[in-house]
């Protein structure tokens, strides 16, 4: 789990400001989580993951109103 996004995300509207810090945080929680191998380097995968997050996020809060 991803407790600093988690954090960001709760309590409050789910702007396009927020749900781009919340997955600017992916990376720091995900740091020592990763690793690289022969299709991808570590900090592709958690530039990727950030991008993925932001854009689940994005589709959940769109569902939602």
């Not at 989580?33 to 997050?53: C, E, I, Q, T």
């Amino acid at each position: 789990r991803l407790g600093s996004v988690e954090a960001a995300l709760t309590g409050g509207r789910l702007t396009a400001d927020v749900i781009a810090a919340a997955s600017a945080k992916v990376a720091g929680d995900l740091a020592g989580d990763l690793m690289g191998d022969l299709f991808a380097s570590a900090a592709y995968r958690r530039h990727v993951a950030g991008a993925w997050v932001a854009k689940a996020v994005t589709a959940a809060a769109d569902r939602a109103r």
